[in-house]
């Protein structure tokens, strides 16, 4: 067997088709490597919103965490994070559990054990369960319905199934759903707007904030800017939802469904000229037209900054990054960088910008971060200057680094001038420092 890492370039893959995929670049097809990517994205313990931390999203909830000992031992590092102490909460499966089941049963006492414990009634007990109980075909929402009889107050499931990721509903989807399912129908306001898809606001000076005052919004909810249950459940007040994230579409068809909430999707991107055709969009849909000039002008002025100090900068695009790893890939070689490298998963939301990436860089490669192969990874036979995400940086430790990974998101123009600021202190930062490696941003 050849010791290197698999990889495909942008025109392979383009010609081939989201429906001729390499089985390399499938999960499904082949055995997973945990490289760093696929630890962040994996571990039930693992920085970032996962299943566990998206669950307690809601002020005053608690959880609950149904699981053998070596899934429970993960939580550890988020509940020691100051924001979760004693918001979680653990029923340790027996092997005899795991074989007979009877855990279930003891799931309703231990909900009610959990809210007698507390000095403050939680607003809402979630329930965590994982792939074990996935294999054991567990009702969740039967065993959820038992323990909030048994309580008096919302009770409801979300899942650490790594069997489901690729899957309709994967964990990530559920747990918004599991959420959002709690809004009760309340009279429409028309001032009222709620963004969906994130578990961290927006940054503040992102400009959609004042795009939608300028449309006579007063009120604009993010559910991580909730301070209090009742705050969250005005949710439902909402006169739209703007999705944010393609994760939050089937919650947003929920609510609209359910709630008469109609919705409009939103793409995080970080081409400017791109952006600003999505704002034009949504203002044609409003019946508006937003006045972007300066903000435009803004970002592509940070833009030009970054280039002014490494015109020739060369890239490599990670996937565990607060963007698509393809679409800023596609950004950065049609602002004027050379990008050589991306690691991400192809999935049919940026085929077109694979496709699109082939046409103005056919050589760049891709690689997934969990194929096998990727143990024989050398950053000698692709060198570049800059990495973006936790992953690309792991593989080249010698290059400038920006993680760009942080909880609060960027969007919009802000989100773009944010990051080429960012890009423009670790290349000075690096070169202070003789170009020792890039500093952890």
Same mark, same amino acid.
């Given at each position: 067997m050849e010791k290197t890492a698999r990889y495909y370039t942008a025109e392979e893959i383009a010609t081939?088709?989201?429906?001729?995929?390499? =089985?390399?670049?499938?999960?499904?097809?082949?055995?997973?490597?945990?490289?760093?990517?696929?630890? @962040? !994205?994996?571990?039930? *313990?693992?920085?970032?919103?996962?299943?566990?931390r998206a669950g307690l999203a809601i002020p005053g909830s608690v959880m609950l965490l149904v699981a053998p000992g070596c899934c429970g031992r993960n939580t550890s590092l988020v509940s020691n994070m100051p924001a979760y102490k004693d918001r979680f909460f653990y029923l340790n499966m027996a092997e005899t559990d795991i074989v007979t089941g009877r855990h279930l049963k003891k799931i309703p006492q231990a909900v009610e054990e959990v809210v007698e414990c507390l000095p403050e009634r939680p607003s809402l007990v979630m329930i965590c369960i994982t792939c074990v109980d996935a294999l054991l075909g567990t009702d969740m929402e039967r065993v959820c319905r038992r323990a909030q009889e048994r309580v008096g107050l919302p009770v409801r499931p979300c899942y650490m199934y790594a069997l489901t990721r690729e899957g309709r509903r994967p964990p990530m989807v559920h747990v918004r759903q599991s959420l959002y399912s709690l809004l009760e129908p309340l009279k429409k306001r028309p001032t009222s707007v709620n963004l969906l898809g994130f578990f961290a606001p927006l940054v503040d000076d992102c400009e959609l904030?004042?795009?939608?005052?300028?449309? *006579?919004?007063?009120?604009?909810?993010?559910?991580?800017?909730?301070?209090s249950y009742d705050e969250f459940l005005r949710m439902a007040e909402a006169n739209f939802n703007l999705v944010l994230h393609p994760e939050a579409r089937f919650t947003a068809a929920d609510l609209q469904e359910r709630l008469g909430i109609p919705s409009i999707e939103l793409m995080r991107l970080y081409d400017v000229d791109r952006i600003r055709s999505q704002y034009k969009a949504l203002g044609q849909v409003l019946g508006a037209k937003f006045d972007d000039a300066a903000d435009y002008d803004a970002a592509?002025?940070?833009?030009? @900054? $970054?280039?002014?100090?490494?015109?020739?900068?060369?890239?490599?695009?990670?996937?565990?990054?607060?963007?698509?790893?393809?679409?800023?890939?596609?950004?950065? +070689?049609?602002? *004027?960088?050379?990008?050589?490298?991306? !690691?991400?998963? +192809?999935?049919?939301?940026?085929?077109? $910008? +694979?496709?699109?990436?082939?046409?103005?860089?056919p050589s760049t490669r891709i690689y997934s971060n969990m194929e096998p192969t990727m143990l024989y990874y050398d950053a000698a036979g692709c060198p570049v200057d800059v990495c973006l *995400?936790? =992953?690309?940086?792991?593989?080249?430790?010698?290059?400038?680094?920006? @993680?760009?990974?942080? =909880?609060?998101?960027?969007?919009?123009?802000?989100?773009?001038?944010?990051?080429?600021?960012?890009?423009?202190? +670790?290349?000075?930062?690096?070169?202070?420092n003789g170009d020792q490696g890039g500093d952890n941003a």
């Open positions: 081939r088709g989201l429906d001729n995929l390499p =089985d390399e670049l499938v999960s499904s097809r082949h055995l997973i490597y945990s490289s760093p990517a696929t630890l @962040a !994205f994996n571990s039930p *313990g693992a920085e970032g919103f996962g299943v566990k904030y004042g795009y939608l005052r300028g449309l *006579g919004v007063k009120t604009v909810r993010e559910i991580s800017r909730c301070s592509l002025a940070a833009v030009k @900054a $970054f280039a002014a100090v490494a015109p020739r900068a060369t890239f490599s695009v990670g996937e565990c990054l607060n963007g698509d790893a393809f679409e800023l890939a596609l950004a950065l +070689v049609r602002y *004027g960088f050379e990008v050589r490298e991306v !690691f991400g998963t +192809v999935q049919a939301e940026n085929f077109a $910008f +694979v496709r699109r990436l082939a046409q103005a860089s *995400g936790k =992953d690309a940086g792991w593989y080249h430790p010698e290059a400038a680094y920006l @993680a760009w990974n942080e =909880d609060v998101q960027p969007y919009g123009y802000a989100g773009v001038r944010r990051l080429f600021e960012a890009l423009r202190n +670790v290349v000075a930062s690096r070169s202070a």
